[in-house]
């Protein structure tokens, strides 16, 4: 409950700001502003709570209201409306889904993704800078990123509708949809593991990261509509996916992949067989 009061303070702060702040010449700016005020409003409800993890929902709650922003706004002279109906589909799916898998599995205020403690220890007396930066700044920079191609789509002129909107469409649909089935088969496997196994079973047989592969591959499919409306702006659209890419790549599976091996022994014999991200058969197991 008192999470939720900081996102409705949050957003309250984000639409004051759009609704009646001073604009800049630029749409996308003044969303940019209003999510890093929000963003700035959730930091101080994570310190109040003593709890970082007050900001993990904020991933999936703040593109559908910047979406439905730039898509009731004024500024929408030649825009594809069927593209953009497909892509606020697509946030709406992926968001919900996100959302609501949050309050199912946090278990509430006294559990911390152990990840920012860790951010925090490292940071020493920077500690509340780290947390900031870090834990809420860096990671909503890097969403808005991935939300420009949305932003493209929804207030700038666009091509007619094309095979790669149907593609996009597609994977933008499958993505949430991998993503629910492979966060069911997790909790299903929680229910009945023995202390130290790890989970090799359904989808996680064949990707480590399962879910990590569902949201990148959502965030691909927001820059590949960007791409279908704008085929020549292809180098400025992809860059909110390719940072996604990053860090996933780069912080969050080594850091989820170093303390699994910590903790369950038995993960290195998964590393040997089943691929890091993108899915595909794993190898057989190697005779004992």
Request: net charge positive.
């Amino acid at each position: 409950m008192r999470v939720a009061l900081v996102y409705v303070v949050a957003l309250g702060v984000a639409g004051t700001w759009l609704g009646w702040g001073p604009a800049t010449r630029w749409l996308w700016l003044d969303a940019l502003v209003a999510d890093l005020l929000a963003t700035l409003v959730v930091f101080c409800g994570s310190r109040l709570l003593r709890n970082s993890s007050c900001y993990d929902a904020y991933w999936s709650v703040l593109p559908p209201f910047l979406v439905l922003w730039w898509w009731l706004a004024e500024e929408r002279s030649g825009v594809n409306e069927v593209r953009a109906v497909l892509v606020v589909v697509v946030v709406s799916v992926w968001a919900l889904r996100l959302t609501a898998n949050w309050v199912q599995d946090w278990p509430g205020l006294h559990h911390e993704d152990w990840r920012y403690a860790q951010v925090r220890a490292r940071a020493g007396r920077a500690a509340p800078l780290a947390d900031l930066v870090g834990i809420h700044v860096v990671p909503t920079v890097i969403v808005f990123l991935g939300l420009v191609p949305a932003y493209a789509v929804l207030t700038r002129p666009g091509g007619e509708l094309n095979v790669l909107d149907g593609i996009a469409f597609l994977i933008g649909i499958s993505a949430p949809v991998l993503q629910f089935v492979a966060d069911a088969q997790m909790r299903a496997f929680i229910r009945v593991r023995e202390p130290g196994q790890a989970m090799d079973r359904g989808l996680w047989s064949w990707s480590r990261h399962p879910n990590y592969f569902g949201e990148v591959s959502f965030w691909c499919a927001l820059a590949l509509f960007g791409v279908a409306g704008a085929p020549g702006d292809w180098w400025w659209l992809l860059v909110g996916f390719v940072a996604m890419t990053a860090m996933f790549e780069g912080i969050s599976i080594p850091a989820m992949e170093q303390r699994s091996l910590e903790r369950r022994p038995s993960y290195q014999e998964i590393v040997d067989r089943v691929p890091r991200l993108v899915p595909r058969p794993p190898r057989a197991s190697r005779p004992v």
